[in-house]
């Protein structure tokens, strides 16, 4: 069953890179076309402008895609966070070899592209000096009022609508969208991606190798395994915290790991 799964992640691979490479120049086309209307509007319009388009664009880490993303004042943060998908798909050669469980890449990327979207737009917030937190707050306080705009209601009212679906469909899936402040809980998802895609991913890999029986799933090596994958997926690896002075309380290697996936993920 393994050599069946490292084909298919191999043909995923494959398929995945080609595509990113296919569509690298119409993505820095894209976003450099939007330099004059972003040089024209205040920041939080900026951000919704870019946003969506730095995140397709943070798969590469080439000099050209850097000083592009730069040239719109994403300086400190953003760039910082940008990863090359050649080597990211090669650590998760990698890691397939090392590990005993079963780890489909279509799915490792979908929720690592979630991720990913939430992580970019906190940085773009930082780098162009926005609290999302209390930009949120604000919406939420506006969205009883009559001069609300329709269409951002109608994005809220989706997104609820999203959120109920999930919880029918997939009960393990964490969207935690509340009904009164919902701008709010997008902002926290952005602000705290990792507790919310890479906990679903956790799950959905867990519950994937269980239903296979592959082997026995022991969620103590699960979580051992996983935490080795987080060196892979983190986007800002100071989130590791795996220094010698972090590790001095624990046993030994496996109970560090283990904590950190029940604290950092889990809780």
């Given at each position: 069953?393994?050599?069946?799964?490292?084909?298919?992640?191999?043909?995923?691979?494959?398929?995945?890179?080609?595509?990113?490479?296919?569509?690298?120049?119409?993505?820095?086309?894209?976003?450099?076309?939007?330099?004059?209307?972003?040089?024209?509007?205040?920041?939080?319009?900026?951000?919704?402008?870019?946003?969506?388009?730095?995140?397709?664009?943070?798969?590469?880490?080439?000099?050209?895609?850097?000083?592009?993303?730069?040239?719109?004042?994403?300086?400190?943060?953003?760039?910082?966070?940008?990863?090359?998908?050649?080597?990211?798909?090669?650590?998760?050669?990698?890691?397939?070899?090392?590990?005993?469980?079963?780890?489909?890449?279509?799915?490792?990327?979908?929720?690592?592209?979630?991720?990913?979207?939430?992580?970019?737009?906190?940085?773009?917030?930082?780098?162009?000096?926005?609290?999302?937190?209390?930009?949120?707050?604000?919406?939420?306080?506006?969205?009883?009022?009559?001069?609300?705009?329709?269409?951002?209601?109608?994005?809220?009212?989706?997104?609820?609508?999203?959120?109920?679906?999930?919880?029918?469909?997939?009960?393990?899936?964490?969207?935690?969208?509340?009904?009164?402040?919902?701008?709010?809980?997008?902002?926290?998802?952005?602000?705290?991606?990792h507790k919310n895609e890479l906990y679903n991913l956790y799950h959905f890999l867990?519950?994937?190798?269980?239903?296979?029986?592959?082997?026995?799933?022991?969620?103590?090596?699960?979580?051992?395994?996983?935490?080795?994958?987080?060196?892979?997926?983190?986007?800002?690896?100071?989130?590791?915290?795996?220094?010698?002075?972090?590790?001095?309380?624990?046993?030994?290697?496996?109970?560090?790991?283990?904590?950190?996936?029940?604290?950092?993920?889990?809780?």
């Amino acid at each position: 069953m393994k050599e069946a799964l490292k084909k298919l992640n191999k043909k995923f691979k494959e398929q995945e890179l080609q595509r990113l490479a296919n569509e690298r120049e119409g993505l820095i086309h894209a976003l450099e076309n939007l330099k004059e209307d972003y040089l024209k509007i205040n920041d939080l319009q900026k951000f919704v402008l870019i946003a969506e388009n730095v995140f397709k664009l943070s798969f590469y880490k080439d000099d050209e895609v850097i000083e592009v993303v730069k040239s719109f004042g994403l300086l400190k943060y953003t760039p910082n966070v940008f990863i090359n998908n050649t080597d990211f798909f090669q650590a998760l050669d990698g890691y397939q070899e090392q590990v005993e469980y079963l780890y489909p890449y279509e799915l490792v990327w979908g929720f690592y592209e979630r991720y990913s979207s939430s992580v970019i737009k906190e940085k773009i917030a930082l780098d162009l000096k926005i609290d999302l937190s209390d930009v949120g707050r604000k919406v939420n306080r506006q969205i009883n009022n009559l001069n609300f705009p329709p269409i951002l209601r109608d994005v809220i009212d989706d997104l609820k609508k999203l959120a109920d679906l999930l919880k029918t469909e997939i009960p393990n899936y964490k969207m935690p969208l509340s009904d009164t402040n919902p701008l709010t809980s997008v902002m926290h998802i952005i602000n705290y991606a990792h507790k919310n895609e890479l906990y679903n991913l956790y799950h959905f890999l867990i519950d994937f190798n269980r239903e296979l029986n592959f082997i026995d799933v022991d969620e103590g090596d699960f979580k051992f395994e996983f935490y080795a994958l987080l060196e892979i997926l983190y986007r800002t690896k100071g989130q590791l915290n795996n220094s010698e002075k972090a590790k001095a309380n624990y046993y030994n290697e496996r109970q560090f790991r283990v904590a950190h996936v029940n604290r950092n993920i889990l809780s």
